[in-house]
Every structure is written in structure tokens, then in C-alpha cells.
């Protein structure tokens, strides 16, 4: 089983890029999307009911602003939208499918880069998810929450990373966040299966970041302990969003 996360820095500026001729080829079999920027009425209509897959959509009540999706081609499937936080809920930042064998969740963490009130909104978030995530770890059922978590967790994570300890996506207290997020038995599969692989998932759009591969890795596959991976790759051609679309293999 193929599983995917991408944030798509908007549905309909993605599918200018390709992002329906790139899904017939890379074939996943859950479809996790973050910063789908559209509700029902603004998406492209054969996308927001694609042949041969159950979707759930959760758009944010602000028109044009973040929101997740996640897409399965398994038939008999039921979606959970929202993890329980009010405002991270009305911003549409996660949304779980329930297969047969396991949930799949699309997760989108808020960015702190704005200014101090954007970073103290994303470390409450941060509070709240881990506890989420720690009362997934403790049902004891195989899990994966996929998607932009906003944070490099280590230095071979990201390009710059002396000069970035003081900025969002690397602070300490975000690193820490991580760590914690390990603890609870939470596995990066990505880091698991490439130990020293550098590799990023999104750049810049200033300063030809992307072509001088300056860039970092904040979009992760988070497994649970019981959960059997077999390979996880970033697909950084992809050329859909200012994001590369991460996937990973479940020998389930």
C-alpha cells in the first residue's frame, strides 16, 4: 500500500502544474493533501469528486485559506474531520480516513514565520496535537498522521541550519516538540528507512532556492510502533507547489 502526503499550496494552482497527470502516474493508494485553498464551490469539479476514490475534504471556513483532504481508492471507508481543537478545526487542519487495517491522517500544522502572534497560535496548536497524537498512540491501533508539520527536526533536515536556530520551523522549542512527539512512540519513517540521506521537501520561492536545492524537510509520514514500512521516498521533480510530494509503502 502506497501512501502520499503533499501540500499542494493550493488545489487549483497545483492542477495548473500537472497535479492530475502526475496522479495517474504515481498511483497512491491514500492521497493525503494539505493547503488545498478551495471549498466544494471553488474546486475543480472533477477533482473534488474524482473517479475511483472516496474523498473527505475539509476546507476552512476562511474562503481561499489552508484546509486538508484525504483521498483513498479502498470503497468502504469512513472520514473524521477535525482533531478537536475550535480554531484548528475552523482552519480545516486535519482530516482522518478509517481504513480496514489502519487510520490515515492529513495533518496541517500552522507556519510561525509571520510574526510572534502566528508563533504563539502554532505552539498552541503544537500543545494540542501532541496530546492528539498521544491518544492515537494509546487506542493501539496502526496509525499513520501525514502531512506539513512545519518543523525540521534535525540539521541534516534543513540547508542553512546554523543560521536558522532563532527562526520558526527551527526553534528550540519546535525541535523539542519533535522529541516529544518521538517519545510517544511516533516513528519519522522517512529519517527511519534514509538515516543519512539529505533530502528536503519544500524551498523557498525567493532566491532560486529550489534549482540550489536550499531547502528543508518539513512534510513527514509519522508512524506507529506497529505499523510495518518498507520504503519512504521525497519526489522532488514533482514540480506541483512550492512542496515535494513524500511517500511511503506499508507491507500491510
Not at 484546509?67 to 482522518?96: I, K
Not at 532556492?209 to 514500512?229: M, Q, S, V
Amino acid at each position: 500500500m502506497k501512501i502520499t502526503t503533499l501540500n499542494l499550496n493550493g488545489l487549483r494552482s497545483a492542477e495548473r502544474r500537472g497535479f492530475r497527470q502526475w496522479l495517474r502516474r504515481s498511483r497512491p493508494d491514500v492521497l493525503c493533501l494539505q493547503e488545498i485553498r478551495c471549498d466544494e464551490a471553488t474546486a475543480p469539479h472533477t477533482l473534488w469528486r474524482p473517479r475511483g476514490w472516496r474523498t473527505g475534504w475539509h476546507p476552512a471556513q476562511q474562503k481561499g485559506y489552508a484546509g486538508t483532504a484525504v483521498w483513498s481508492r479502498f470503497p468502504e471507508v469512513e472520514f473524521t474531520l477535525g482533531n478537536g481543537h475550535p480554531r484548528g478545526d475552523a482552519e480545516g487542519r486535519a482530516v482522518g480516513v478509517h481504513l480496514p487495517a489502519l487510520d490515515v491522517w492529513s495533518l496541517y500544522m500552522p507556519a510561525g514565520s509571520s510574526g510572534p502572534e502566528r508563533q504563539a497560535w502554532k505552539f498552541t496548536y503544537m500543545e494540542h496535537v501532541l496530546g492528539w497524537l498521544g491518544q492515537i498512540v494509546a487506542r493501539g491501533r496502526p496509525a499513520l498522521v501525514c502531512g506539513d508539520i512545519n518543523i525540521a527536526h534535525r540539521p541534516i533536515d534543513l540547508k542553512n541550519w546554523r543560521s536558522n536556530q532563532k527562526n520558526s520551523g527551527f526553534l528550540p522549542e519546535e525541535r523539542a516538540w519533535m522529541d516529544a512527539v518521538c517519545a510517544l512512540g511516533w516513528r519519522d519513517v522517512f529519517r527511519e528507512l534514509n538515516p543519512e540521506l539529505v533530502a528536503y521537501s519544500w524551498w523557498s520561492n525567493r532566491g532560486q532556492a529550489r534549482e540550489k536545492d536550499i531547502g528543508w524537510r518539513i512534510d513527514y509520514l509519522l508512524a506507529t510502533p506497529n505499523l510495518p514500512i518498507s520504503r519512504a521516498v521525497i519526489e522532488r521533480q514533482a514540480g506541483l507547489s512550492d512542496h515535494a510530494p513524500v511517500s511511503a509503502w506499508l507491507d500491510v
